[in-house]
């Protein structure tokens, strides 16, 4: 933090923190860096995704019609008083300030029976959305082409089943009692997912695409792995060939204890997984699937809301990259909100794992 260093503002992706972190001086571009690591070809560094990403979430990518729909949370820009929003099929949702989330509105009920969807559920009409502003601006204005761009495109398969449904219990009882309706809908809306895929793909020169689908709870997974074979694999799998015959990658976020999953994971080539540490054991699943499955994960014993000193993180720094960073396919999501910690955290990640690297 020396006068004088090289530096960029930017925002955290939860919350708008504002931030000022170092530029370093790199051997090659962060995009060309983040593409070796996520393709197992010699990177020289672990990626930082404050650092060497540029990120959207998915509520950012389209302009908003007032009244109409909201693409999802806005976590970088979270309201401080509760409010109700539609998302893009229609569902209600309500921002909850005090859980910094939203939840399904209650009563919310868009298809009171899945083996109606066709009859009752009406499709979003991406023209509406207002993209093509949104994305000529940012590239005007903000794309920086060396770095790695990150979209998210939000809510998968089970998850949009769930909402349209009006909650987890409908949406299992629905998977238990009627898998041929349930199937349907998962396909069509594979292609549904595929073609706002490619909307975005013409619009952005995407890197990696971070698709939502929360499998379970902190205890076990929601559905069987008779389910997962017979429903989810398939309409999951097509969106994941799609996108990676694209050469982008492929990012699946799951929350839950979804270890009984992970060979699904592998199976359908997923390139990385953002998984619940709190739920399940990254270390285990590293060591187990590792040359199959990235990781995108918390630093391994970084508690939130701990004082710590900056030779504490530099110890937890060193520590992940040493268990993480071997044969690439990791990246750590770094989070603190002390700004020399910060620096210092985020300077050790690069010059660590460069010399990391150069060792191995």
């Not at 560094?45 to 019609?65: C, G, R």
């Not at 569902?91 to 939840?103: I, T």
């Not at 920086?144 to 009006?166: M, R, V």
């Not at 110890?315 to 990259?321: P, Y």
Request: with cysteine; proline share 6%.
């Amino acid at each position: 933090m020396e006068p004088g260093f090289p530096v960029f503002e930017t925002n955290s992706t939860f919350g708008n923190a504002h931030m000022t972190l170092p530029i370093f001086e790199t051997p090659i571009t962060p995009k060309e860096n983040f593409l070796r690591m996520a393709r197992r070809e010699n990177p020289m560094w672990v990626p930082n995704h404050m650092t060497d990403f540029q990120s959207f979430q998915y509520n950012e990518l389209a302009i908003h019609k007032p009244g109409k729909f909201q693409g999802g949370p806005n976590f970088r820009y979270p309201s401080k008083t509760d409010y109700v929003f539609l998302d893009p099929y229609g569902n209600s949702w309500s921002w909850v300030a005090s859980a910094g989330g939203a939840m399904l509105t209650p009563g919310t009920k868009v298809v009171d029976d899945i083996t109606k969807w066709e009859q009752q559920l009406t499709w979003p009409v991406f023209d509406e959305w207002n993209h093509k502003e949104v994305a000529e601006k940012f590239l005007a204005e903000k794309y920086d082409p060396s770095k790695a761009l990150h979209i998210n495109i939000f809510q998968g398969c089970t998850e949009i089943l769930i909402a349209i449904l009006g909650g987890y219990g409908e949406g299992m009882l629905a998977m238990a009692e009627e898998p041929e309706a349930v199937a349907d809908f998962l396909d069509c809306f594979s292609d549904r997912m595929i073609a706002f895929y490619d909307l975005i793909k013409t619009l952005y020169p995407v890197d990696m695409v971070t698709y939502h689908d929360d499998w379970g709870t902190e205890r076990d997974t929601f559905f069987s792995s008779k389910m997962m074979e017979d429903l989810v694999f398939a309409p999951t799998k097509k969106i994941v060939d799609h996108v990676k015959a694209d050469g982008v990658i492929f990012e699946l976020h799951s929350c839950g204890n979804t270890e009984r999953f992970m060979p699904y994971v592998c199976d359908m080539g997923i390139d990385f997984v953002q998984i619940q540490r709190r739920a399940v054991n990254i270390p285990k699943m590293k060591e187990l699937y590792g040359d199959r499955v990235g990781f995108n994960a918390m630093l391994e014993g970084y508690e939130f809301g701990k004082k710590y000193t900056e030779e504490q993180i530099t110890e937890l720094v060193h520590k992940n990259v040493d268990l993480y960073a071997k044969g690439g396919g990791y990246y750590p999501s770094v989070f603190e909100s002390d700004p020399r910690l910060l620096w210092t955290l985020c300077a050790e990640l690069y010059c660590y794992s460069r010399e990391y690297y150069e060792r191995v």
